[in-house]
C-alpha cells in the first residue's frame, strides 16, 4: 500500500510504502521508484537510511542489521562497494573498502579484544602486504598469498618494547628473522544478501584455522623478549599533544602514499624528476573514496617526487612494509625535546630507524633541484655518507584556518637515523670544521649521552683499520665533490660513539661503564694482536649476518670498530692556525679507547645564497673569515675534508 504524492499516475515526490510482510519504506520516489533519499525498515528487524536509486541501495547509506550488526558507507547496485565501515555486534570493526558486497582492497579489522589487522583484502580474506599487531604493540609483517585450499603467510615478528625479531610458538621451530605459516583459509561471502543478513557473522576470516573470532589465534609471540634497553630520546606523542594532529596526519598521508604507489613497477622517467611531479590529496574526517575516515582536522597532502623516492626506498633497501609499521603503526612517534634554531621539529619514530623533520620551503626546493644528481650520485656510490632521504611531503590545513600544529613550516622529509644501533651511543659530535661559535652551551656537567657537542669540544681523534680509513678518505673526496658541484655549504660530520667493552650483553644494553686501555701500560705487541682479535670477532659477526640472510653488521659509518685517542685542547687563544683544524694535541696519559663508530654527513640543503653571503660579510668583521661556517661552498668543502683528515687516521 503506497500513501504519498503522485506525478502522472505513478509514485514521485515523498510518500511511504508497507508489504504484506510488515516491511516499509518511507522516503522519496521517482517514477514509481524507490528514488533518492528514503528509510527501509525489513520485516526481519534490519534498517537501511540512505540513498536510493531504482528501488536499490545506492550512494552512502547506513544499515543497522537485527542482530546488532552496523554498516555504513559507500552502496552500489544494493551492495557494499567503496569505503565504508561495518561494526559487529560482538564488538570487531572493520574500515576500509569494498568491492561487490565483499571486503576487498585496503581496510583495517580490528577485533573487540584490540587485536588489529591492517593491510590489503580480496573477496573476505587478507591478500598482499599487512600488519597484525597485538594490544600491547607486538606485531606480526608480512605477506599473505593467496590459494586456491591455503593462506600462506611470510613476513617478520615484531615483539613489544622495541624488542627484537622472535620465534612464534605453537608454529614450529625456525631461527630466522623471516617464517612461512599456512593455515587453512574460509572467506567471508557478501555480507548483504537477498534479505540483508550476514552470511558468516563470526567474521574474522580464518575462523576454522589460526585466524579466528580474536585475530591469531595459536599464532602467539613467545612470552621471551628483550630487556634493558636505554631510555629513548624525546617525548612520545600521545592524545592531547599539542603536535598529536600533525602525527595522525603524517601517518595517515604516508599509508596512502606508500600505498598508493606499491603496485607501480616501472622504470624512473625523466619527468619524475620535475619540480611540478606533486601530487594534491584531500582527506576529509568522514572519508573519501581515495582516503580513509580518521577523527583529526580535515588537511591536504602533498606527495613530491613520489616515484624517485619510492626507488630510492628500494635503492637504500627500506622495506615497504617496515617502513610503513614504523611510522604508521601502532607505536606513535617521538617527538625531541626541544626544536632546533631554526624552528625545525624533529619525530623518531619508536624503532628509532626513521626521522620526520619539519623543514623550511627553501631546503625543499634545494632538495628537489637537486634529486636527480643526487639519485645518480647514491646510486653510483653506495657507501655514500650523505643523508639518506625517503619522502618530502607537505600537510596542510583545509578552510583557511591556521595551523593547528605547533611549528613553523608544512613541509617535511623522512630520513634515515644515523643513530639506529644495537649500541647505546655515549658521545655524538656535530662537526663542521669551523671554529666560530662551534661549542655547546652547556656545562661539563650538564653533559649527557643526548647531548651534541660541536667542533671544540671534540677532544678524540678516531684511528681506523688502514682499509676502512683509505674507504673513508675517498667516500668523503666523493661525497665533498658532489656537494661543491650542487653549491651546498653548511654541511656537518654527525658522528656517533659508543665505548666498547667486549661484552656481548652488557655493552649492547648500555650498562657497562667505559673501558680504558692505556697505551703507556700495554706493549705494543699486546695491542696490536688485541687489536686484531677485536676487529676479527667484529668481521665473523658480519658474516653471520650476511649468511643469515641480514644486512652487514660493518659497512662504512655504521657499526665501524676504531680506537678513540684522548687528545688534550689547545687554550681557547690558541686553537686555529689559517691552514685549519689543529687545535688537538697527543694527551699525556696516552688513553686509548676501543669504541663503535655511527657517522655521516648531514645538513645538506643549505645552498649559498644571499643570506649565506650576507652572514659571511657580517661574521667576518667579527671573527677570522676562515673560522666562521658560512663560506662559499669550494673553501668550505676544502676545509671540510682536511678536517676529516686530521680527526680520522690510520690505525698502523
Not at 199 to 218: L, N
Not at 445 to 459: A, H, Q, R, S
Not at 475 to 498: K, N, P, T
Not at 626 to 649: E, M, N, Q, T, W
Request: net charge positive; with cysteine; proline share 4%.
Amino acid at each position: 500500500m503506497y500513501e504519498g504524492e503522485w506525478r502522472r499516475g505513478k509514485a514521485s515526490g515523498k510518500g511511504k510504502f508497507s508489504w504484506p510482510s510488515g516491511a516499509t519504506y518511507e522516503g522519496e520516489f521517482k517514477s514509481g521508484r524507490m528514488e533518492g533519499s528514503g528509510t527501509f525498515i525489513g520485516s526481519d528487524g534490519d534498517t537501511y537510511r540512505g540513498s536510493w536509486s531504482s528501488d536499490r541501495k545506492h550512494g552512502f547509506g547506513q544499515k543497522r542489521y537485527a542482530n546488532g550488526d552496523f554498516y555504513e558507507g559507500s552502496w552500489k547496485r544494493n551492495v557494499q562497494d567503496g569505503q565504508g565501515r561495518y561494526v559487529w555486534g560482538n564488538g570487531n570493526e572493520y574500515v576500509g573498502e569494498w568491492r561487490n558486497g565483499v571486503i576487498s582492497g585496503r581496510g583495517v579489522l580490528i577485533w573487540a579484544n584490540g587485536n588489529k589487522y591492517d593491510g590489503q583484502w580480496e573477496n573476505g580474506v587478507p591478500k598482499g602486504n599487512g600488519i597484525f599487531t597485538w594490544p600491547d604493540g607486538s606485531c606480526y609483517v608480512g605477506t599473505w598469498n593467496k590459494d586456491l585450499k591455503v593462506h600462506q603467510l611470510n613476513g617478520t615478528f615484531y615483539p613489544a618494547n622495541g624488542g627484537k625479531e622472535q620465534s612464534l610458538t605453537d608454529i614450529g621451530a625456525f631461527g630466522a628473522e623471516n617464517l612461512t605459516i599456512t593455515m587453512r583459509k574460509r572467506s567471508v561471502s557478501s555480507v548483504d544478501g537477498a534479505r540483508g543478513s550476514l552470511a558468516e557473522r563470526t567474521f574474522p576470516g580464518f575462523v576454522s584455522g589460526s585466524f579466528d573470532r580474536d585475530g591469531f589465534g595459536k599464532f602467539r609471540r613467545s612470552p621471551c623478549c628483550f630487556s634493558g634497553e636505554p631510555k629513548k630520546p624525546g617525548q612520545t606523542i600521545s592524545k592531547g599533544h599539542k603536535n598529536y594532529d600533525l602525527m595522525l596526519n603524517l601517518q595517515l598521508g604516508i599509508r596512502y602514499s606508500i600505498g598508493k604507489h606499491a603496485s607501480i613497477v616501472r622504470d624512473l622517467k625523466p619527468s619524475d624528476f620535475d619540480p611540478k611531479e606533486k601530487f594534491w590529496t584531500r582527506f576529509p574526517p568522514e572519508g573519501s573514496n581515495k582516503t580513509p575516515p580518521h577523527q583529526s582536522f580535515e588537511f591536504r597532502w602533498k606527495d613530491y617526487c613520489p616515484m624517485v623516492f619510492r626507488h630510492l626506498r628500494e635503492l637504500f633497501q627500506v622495506d615497504p612494509a617496515d617502513y610503513m609499521l614504523a611510522i604508521c603503526g601502532n607505536d606513535a612517534l617521538r617527538e625531541l625535546s626541544s626544536p632546533g634554531k631554526s624552528g625545525s621539529f624533529f619525530y623518531l619514530t619508536q624503532d628509532d630507524r626513521f626521522m620526520i623533520k619539519t623543514v623550511k620551503k627553501s631546503e625543499v626546493k634545494v632538495l628537489i633541484r637537486m634529486l636527480q644528481s643526487y639519485y645518480r650520485h647514491v646510486s653510483r656510490y653506495e657507501n655514500s655518507l650523505v643523508t639518506k632521504f625517503y619522502g618530502v611531503h607537505c600537510v596542510k590545513p583545509v578552510g583557511g584556518q591556521k595551523l593547528f600544529f605547533d611549528w613553523k613550516s608544512d613541509k617535511v622529509y623522512v630520513m634515515g637515523n644515523l643513530f639506529c644501533s644495537e649500541y647505546r651511543i655515549h658521545r655524538r659530535f656535530d662537526l663542521k670544521g669551523s671554529s666560530h661559535g662551534r661549542t655547546t652551551d652547556k656545562p661539563e656537567g650538564e653533559i649527557d649521552e643526548i647531548t651534541t657537542l660541536k667542533d671544540l669540544d671534540l677532544n678524540f681523534v678516531f684511528r681506523l683499520q688502514g682499509k676502512w680509513f683509505q674507504d673513508l678518505m675517498k667516500q668523503i673526496d666523493l661525497d665533498c665533490q658532489f656537494l661543491e658541484a650542487e653549491r651546498i655549504m653548511d654541511y656537518s660530520l654527525l658522528v656517533g660513539v659508543h665505548f666498547y667493552d667486549g661484552s656481548n650483553t652488557y655493552d649492547k644494553m648500555g650498562l657497562s661503564p667505559f673501558i680504558l686501555r692505556s697505551g703507556q701500560k700495554d706493549s705494543y705487541q699486546n695491542e696490536k694482536f688485541m687489536r686484531g682479535c677485536r676487529f676479527l670477532e667484529a668481521e665473523l659477526q658480519d658474516m653471520d649476518r650476511v649468511l643469515s640472510g641480514r644486512k652487514p653488521l660493518i659497512c662504512l659509518g655504521a657499526n665501524m670498530p676504531a680506537r678513540a685517542e684522548r687528545m688534550t685542547r689547545k687554550s681557547d687563544f690558541d686553537q686555529y692556525t689559517p691552514g685549519g683544524f689543529s687545535h688537538l694535541t697527543p694527551s699525556r696519559s696516552g688513553e686509548i679507547y676501543d669504541v663503535v663508530l655511527y657517522f655521516g654527513i648531514i645538513d645538506i640543503l643549505q645552498d649559498y645564497d644571499i643570506s649565506k653571503k650576507l652572514e659571511h660579510a657580517y661574521k667576518s668583521l667579527q671573527a677570522d673569515p676562515s673560522s666562521i661556517s658560512a663560506v662559499d661552498p669550494k673553501l668550505y668543502s676544502k676545509r671540510f675534508r682536511d678536517f676529516i683528515g686530521r680527526i680520522f687516521i690510520e690505525d698502523r
